[in-house]
């Protein structure tokens, strides 16, 4: 089955830095990948996604870049915000979807 | 209002007894999802199922199982044969397999006293 690696574990950046959170992904039958946050005691909610036809999508102060050769992508947060502080999954479809360990954010004010 | 459902919240058990854990979703999806979730280990994949009436174990299915009879319906039953259950359980569908975003539901934890 898929095989999704995500890396840093935790990442503590000052208000208005960028993030970056990254993910590699084993099966390349995988055409779909999406990114998730999660707040502290919610469900995860989708925050944007990008499938194999694609190499970069933006939304507003959020980006995702694909590359399907090296089979990774990657989310990009510029100017962070406090309320950007949370638990953020990649994703990855090939039969079923797998997801990362996970990344905690924080945002210092 | 369209969603998924999970109940319930909260669920204490002791050793050796089976509990289930409901989930019900009205967004006319095709596929649903069971997973686990524990701290540092992001979310892994128990069962799932993309038609009614069928179901495939995921990574760590061992100590769990589950039923597919209504499309709207994917109840896990986490069995005595688990040996660590306490966790936090989420519910999740999509329309078609696995292409499209998940809708999770709000999950459930059990504790295992």
């Known amino acids: 089955g898929e095989n999704v690696e995500q890396h840093p574990s935790t990442l503590s950046v000052q208000e208005g830095d960028s993030a970056v959170i990254k993910c590699t992904y084993s099966?390349?039958?995988?055409?779909?990948f999406p990114w998730y946050k999660q707040e502290l005691g919610k469900r995860p909610q989708l925050i944007i996604d990008?499938?194999?036809?694609?190499g970069e999508k933006k939304d507003q102060r959020i980006a995702v870049t694909l590359n399907k050769t090296a089979k990774h992508f990657s989310l990009h947060i510029t100017e962070t915000q406090p309320e950007d502080s949370a638990v953020y999954f990649c994703?990855?479809?090939?039969?079923?979807?797998?997801f990362g360990a996970g990344t905690r954010l924080t945002v210092k004010p | 209002d369209g969603g998924i459902t999970q109940s319930p919240k909260y669920l204490f058990r002791k050793e050796g007894q089976n509990v289930t854990l409901s989930c019900e979703q009205n967004?006319?999806?095709?596929?649903m999802y069971w997973y686990r979730q524990d701290p540092g280990q992001g979310l892994r994949l128990i069962y799932y199922?993309?038609?009614?009436?069928?179901?495939q174990k995921g990574d760590i299915a061992e100590g769990y199982s589950v039923s597919r009879e209504k499309k709207e319906s994917f109840p896990l039953t986490v069995t005595s044969a688990q040996k660590n259950p306490t966790a936090f359980y989420l519910c999740?569908?999509?329309?078609?397999?696995?292409?499209?975003?998940?809708?999770f539901g709000e999950g459930s934890r059990l504790t295992v006293l």
């Open positions: 999740a569908s999509s329309i078609l397999e696995a292409i499209g975003e998940l809708f």
């Open positions: 099966d390349s039958a995988s055409n779909y």
């Open positions: 990008i499938r194999s036809n694609v």
């Open positions: 994703a990855a479809n090939a039969a079923d979807m797998r």
């Open positions: 967004l006319n999806h095709d596929a």
């Open positions: 199922s993309q038609i009614v009436n069928d179901f």
